[in-house]
């Protein structure tokens, strides 16, 4: 059996159970480059995913702490679709990526891991992306780390 080596996500295997204050309203409270902020709006942030599906991997969160975008007030939901929109046209400038996914997981059932905060995810995504690593490995191979990410977004925003 081969090995591939991430120690950088033991932090996230090894504190996952024993996390419970709310990553969505503790970033905000950091440094932009160490909380991996890219741009911070009046309702809502910018932040990279630090457990990435693809390179570049974005999220918008509010920092209103609600559940749904049905808790949310307008002017919170108009934001973060404008941001969403400035995060396209960044990652199409630096990227070139074939397609995109945006989403939301609303609700432990749908998937989300941050179930009592909502935010929505951009992904970048290339034609070939899902390779044999990732649908027999369950292993995801990203070319770039997330800080020389971080140095090639941050200044765009």
């Known amino acids: 059996m081969e090995f591939l080596w991430s120690p950088w996500r033991y932090h996230y295997v090894a504190t996952a159970e024993t996390v419970s204050a709310c990553i969505f309203c503790q970033a905000p409270q950091r440094e932009d480059h ?3 902020i890219l741009f911070r709006g009046q309702e809502s ?4 995913n630090l457990f990435p599906y693809t390179t570049a991997h974005l999220m918008i969160a509010p920092y ?6 049905t808790d949310a007030p307008k002017p919170v939901t108009d934001e973060m679709m404008d941001l969403a929109k400035r995060c396209l ?3 199409e400038q630096v990227y070139h990526p074939h397609g995109y996914n945006l989403g939301m997981n609303l609700g432990r059932a749908a998937g989300a891991g941050v179930a009592d ?3 929505l995810h951009v992904l ?12 027999i490995g369950e292993t ?3 070319p770039e780390d997330l800080a020389t990410t971080y140095t090639k977004l941050k200044p765009l925003f």
């Open 64 to 69: 209103m702490h609600v559940p749904s975008p």
């Open 140 to 142: 995801r191979v990203l």
């Open 45 to 48: 942030f910018v932040i990279m």
């Open 124 to 135: 970048p995504r290339w034609n070939g992306d899902t390779n044999f690593m990732t649908t």
């Open 117 to 119: 905060h909502f935010h």
């Open 89 to 91: 046209t960044i990652l």
């Open 34 to 36: 160490e909380a991996y």
